[in-house]
């Protein structure tokens, strides 16, 4: 009787045997076959973070900071004051620049007064030449007539015409104005001489100018300094963000480039994602495609985004020390290349995403 009893159980074992089995079969099949059309179309990495612009806030000047306007993680607008750095040396610097150009201001002023002097001056020996020249040509005519004269009285007084008495006072008139044609020649000589060398007095003044322009550009470029110098004393914010990794204190001596804070912005255009895929997923990853990302922060959000770039080379060959291959052994290593990913515009309006938090991409591939 036992033996008839267990002969139906062994028989309904044996059915449940032949359904279940092939049926078990047929689900992991579909089961596989849909996670190898998902794969088909999804390309997902664990090895991706949020990235974005950090920046470095850095004195250009040193100085002992007198003031300090934000805290930590406070949230900064764009040119709001961040730090100021005691401005009395750069003070001093400013006003001592000044004074140094107005020194040379004058001294141009005097240089220009001297070539206004010497011009007038020249003005002044052109007209005394002209008014030589004029007396030349009177005592040149003067003694045109008087060389007349003498000759007339030379001749009537062969003739025993006139007297000895009106010649020799023709001859004597005569010897007069040629002397004093010699005299007014070398009075337009000198008159000539003496303009040539005004003339060239001239040059000279005015070849002190640009020299002297020069020097005050130089100067000019010294104040601009420090007045610059002296704006940098004020550090202000570059963009809207969050002040982090705040190092300076109130009384702190600052160095020039010496990083005081940082200021990272959250807004969308400012950060993107980083993601790092497997050589062997980038087949048919394109810039465009749609992206779908999920935080570890916030696992119940998801976010939306596009593909950006890929970058042009793997990150291994950007490190300080890249590989070399064809030394050594070679071990065959799959590399990985970042891929930049933008977010959706609104995709994170309440910038819950922050520089570094890890992600997790999925690019949606076509088929």
Do not use: C
Not at 140 to 166: G, H, I, M
Not at 177 to 194: P, Y
Request: hydrophobic residues 35%.
């Amino acid at each position: 009787m036992e033996e008839k009893k267990e002969k139906p159980n062994q028989r309904k074992r044996k059915v449940f045997a032949f359904i279940v089995f092939p049926l078990l079969i047929m689900i992991g099949a579909g089961t596989l076959y849909v996670y190898l059309q998902y794969k088909k179309t999804h390309v997902s990495t664990d090895d991706a973070f949020v990235d974005g612009r950090i920046h470095v806030i850095a004195s250009k000047v040193p100085g002992t900071v007198r003031t300090l306007h934000v805290s930590d993680n406070q949230l900064v607008k764009r040119n709001d004051p961040l730090v100021e750095i005691d401005p009395m040396d750069y003070d001093v610097n400013v006003k001592e620049a000044q004074a140094s150009l107005e020194i040379e201001r004058m001294k141009l002023h005097q240089i220009r007064d001297s070539v206004d002097t010497v011009k007038k001056q020249l003005i002044q020996l052109l007209a005394a030449l002209e008014t030589a020249r004029g007396n030349l040509e009177l005592q040149e005519a003067n003694y045109r007539q008087s060389e007349v004269d003498f000759k007339r009285a030379e001749t009537l007084w062969k003739k025993e015409v006139v007297p000895k008495d009106t010649y020799d006072r023709a001859k004597t008139n005569y010897d007069v104005t040629a002397a004093q044609v010699k005299v007014a020649k070398e009075s337009v000589r000198q008159a000539e001489a003496t303009i040539e060398t005004q003339r060239a007095l001239i040059k000279q003044t005015e070849s002190g100018i640009p020299p002297q322009q020069a020097q005050i550009r130089q100067r000019e470029a010294v104040l601009k300094a420090a007045q610059l110098n002296r704006g940098y004393t004020r550090l202000y914010s570059p963009a809207d963000g969050y002040v982090t990794k705040r190092t300076v204190e109130v009384g702190n001596q600052v160095q020039a480039t010496q990083p005081l804070m940082s200021v990272v912005p959250l807004k969308q255009m400012d950060i993107w994602i980083t993601a790092n895929y497997k050589e062997t997923q980038l087949e048919r990853v394109k810039p465009g495609q749609r992206v779908k990302i999920e935080a570890d922060t916030y696992p119940d959000r998801e976010f939306y985004g596009r593909v950006n770039s890929i970058m042009a080379g793997t990150g291994a060959v950007f490190t300080l020390l890249p590989p070399e291959n064809a030394t050594g052994n070679y071990v065959k290593v799959v590399q990985r290349i970042p891929v930049k990913i933008d977010l959706d515009p609104g995709s994170d309006p309440d910038h819950l995403l922050r520089i570094g938090m890890s992600v997790v991409p999925t690019i949606l591939v076509e088929k």
